[in-house]
């Protein structure tokens, strides 16, 4: 080849340098959003049935979110386009135990991160639990190996007087309440504290899906449990002096509170009984110095009656009889 050809093509080759690197700049590399759960954060306990805000921090520091994508176990759930990037997850119809939120972040360029979280869904969490029927919440305690509410059941679909009752037909009362309209029953004063009297048929399928009204069997064992003898707890009347582990440390007339060691909270809630409330006006032995609660169990001697405890003021022990399934008592749950 020519020298003058060489030199012609080194100058081309020096030119087209020149010119690209005088007007062509570095491609541009878009960055992928950030992507953070901040709510719940990972191993967090939820009561089945509450409502969780998920909640999640996206930015684009080069261009802006689109959109945000939240998934429980790989499922798509929901999606979220504006500030601030939530979503409600409402847990009552999710399992109990562990699941995996999942959110993706889009920027405007198509770019995507993630981030997940496992968190742990329980009916009992902080000692509570959820009544999905009418969203009551109930504390519960673990006594031995049964788990109590350890407070009286608040269930009321409907409401009577306590001039009316039945040995068959369900029948529910609130203390103190003589009308038929269930929203006036729960504004009662006594309702919030006491829960709701049922007589026996209603009592025997009034505790919420898992957990079921005691057998005489099941409060003997707690009653064991607690320190009561075999012989004591097989016996009837007052036995023992358990009842004041039972009972509330307030709430009790007559400075007959307990000390409540076993955290049941036993309150006196009452009875209705021969149409009346018994404690309301005129009577005695109700509301504030006894409560009654129903076990599932008939008395096998008479099937027009069922065992019961009872706890008073001014007994330290746990009685144990059997009353008449028309009378309306107290109801402790106890899981299944």
Partial sequence: MKKSNLLSLSAL?????????????????????????????????IEQGEVVTITVDAKDSDGSITEVKFYVDGFDVGLATDFPYNFEWDTKNISIGTHTIRAKAKDDNGNLS????????????????????????YKAVEIGTQIWMAENLAWLPKVSPPSSGSYSTPYYYVYGYNGSNVTNAKAERYYETYGVLYNWTAASNACPDNWHLPTDEEWKQLEMYIGMSQSDADATGYRGTEGEKLKATSGWNSNGNGTDEYGFSALPGGLRFDNHYVGYPGRVNGVHDKGYWWSATMNESDNSTAWYRRLTDDESGVRRSDFNRDGGHSVRCVRD
């Fill in 13 to 45: 080759i020096v030119l087209l340098i020149s010119m690209i690197s005088c007007t062509d700049e570095p491609p541009t590399i878009n960055e992928a959003p950030t992507c953070e759960i901040t709510n719940p954060s990972e191993g967090s306990e």
């Fill in 114 to 137: 993630k981030d997940e979280v496992e968190v742990e869904v329980g009916e009992i969490v902080n000692g509570q639990f959820t009544d999905f029927r009418d969203g009551h919440k």
